[in-house]
Each structure stands twice: as C-alpha cells, then as structure tokens.
T-cell receptor, first 110, second 114 residues
Framework: AQRVTQPEKLLSVFKGAPVELKCNYS??????LFWYVQYSRQRLQLLLR??SRESIKGFTADLNKGETSFHLKKPFAQEEDSAMYYC????????????FGTGTRLLVSP | NAGVTQTPKFQVLKTGQSMTLQCAQD?????MSWYRQDPGMGLRLIHY?????ITDQGEVPNGYNVSRSTTEDFPLRLLSAAPSQTSVYFC??????WGTGELFFGEGSRLTVL
C-alpha cells in the first residue's frame, strides 16, 4: 500500500536559516512525488514535482529511492515561506491513487 | 478564468440533514475529485471522476454521493449528515487523471455538523 509520512507537524525556524521538511514514502513501484503548499487564506497549490526537477521559490526536493525519501529543502528561509506543506505520492496510475501526507506547518520568524 | 470554484465556503448542519457542496471548473478538465481534510489526517480522497458520466469511489466514500453530468460540475452530496463529517472539503481538478500533471484546488468548504 502507498503511504506518505511527514514526521514533523510543526517546523519553526528563523529567517535566513536552512529549511528541510521531511517526507518518507512507502511504495513498491516507481513513485511520482509532489510537494503541495497552502499559504494562509490561499488555495492548496502545487509547489514542485520530482519528475520536473524544478526549483520553485528556492525550494528543491530530491528523490532518494534508497532511503525512500523526498525531503523539501531551502537554503535560506523567508518569512513568506510560512505555510502548510504536504508531500504527496502517486503510484503512476492516476490521481485517484494520489496519497497525501499529514502535512508540516513551517513557521519562519523574523 | 475562475479555476475551481466551491460553494458554500461555510456551512453548519444538524445531524440528519442533507446538503450539496458545489464544485465547478472552467478549465475543461477531465478529472475532478473531492477530498476531506481533517487534523492529523492529511487529505483523503472521497470520490473522483475521470469524465462526464464516470465516477468512482476514493478512500473514504461512505455517506457521500457524487454525479458528473457535465464536464464543468462535480457536486458532492451528503445524504444524512453526521458529526463525523465535520471537516474541510476540497474539490480539485486536472486536465487528465493520469497523475503526472497538476491538481488545481478550490478554496475549500468548511462544514460543521452538530
């Protein structure tokens, strides 16, 4: 069965500090992995997906199949990064198999 | 271009009442879905549709009905509301259901069942 684990409910850092939001997954096949973000009073939106190998708003995420992880990283956090972040996994068979983690709230203080 | 529009944004129901959460998208997306978001549970899929006339159950379908008579609309019906259905509901759509594109979400509907 597919499973996504985000071990931290809350991650609190100071502005300018590095950020790493952890995501571990369980899936026997080749996963499609995503990070979604929900800023205060805004819609949930796609931040990045591993297949695109993009860097969005300074965030990157590398798929590590050996450790079954897809951690989200940013070298220097900004206050506007404060939001709820969800890691999600699709088994490649469609969005009907998209499984979300429980989310991590990132709080960046000045 | 409104994207995905959900109504109402807030609703309070009494146990046993029925209601419909509306969802409409203007992007000509084939795939539409409903999620519920509960504290500590992440988002869980309720029902989804891969096109007009086609719907299927997700992870937590009990107590909910859906239909997809048009490409644009995907209403979620609560037949007899229960306190366990107190949640925030999100509608989402994508061009296709293949899972490689982007899911576009509505703003959410907060439902309280007393």
């Amino acid at each position: 069965a597919q499973r996504v684990t985000q071990p931290e409910k809350l991650l609190s850092v100071f502005k300018g500090a590095p950020v790493e939001l952890k995501c571990n997954y369980s899936y026997s096949g080749s996963p499609e992995l995503f990070w979604y973000v929900q800023y205060s009073r805004q819609r949930l939106q796609l931040l990045l997906r591993h297949i695109s190998r993009e860097s969005i708003k300074g965030f990157t995420a590398d798929l590590n199949k050996g450790e079954t992880s897809f951690h989200l990283k940013k070298p220097f956090a900004q206050e506007e990064d404060s939001a709820m972040y969800y890691c999600a996994l699709s088994g490649g068979t469609g969005f009907q198999k998209l499984v979300f983690g429980t989310g991590t709230r990132l709080l960046v203080s000045p | 271009n409104a994207g995905v529009t959900q109504t109402p944004k807030f609703q309070v129901l009494k146990t046993g009442q029925s209601m419909t959460l509306q969802c409409a998208q203007d992007m000509n997306h084939e795939y539409m879905s409903w999620y519920r978001q509960d504290p500590g549970m992440g988002l869980r899929l309720i029902h989804y549709s891969v096109g007009a006339g086609i719907t299927d159950q997700g992870e937590v379908p009990n107590g909910y009905n859906v239909s997809r008579s048009t490409t644009e609309d995907f209403p979620l019906r609560l037949l007899s509301a229960a306190p366990s259905q107190t949640s925030v509901y999100f509608c989402a759509s994508s061009l296709t259901g293949w899972g490689t594109g982007e899911l576009f979400f509505g703003e959410g509907s907060r439902l309280t069942v007393l």
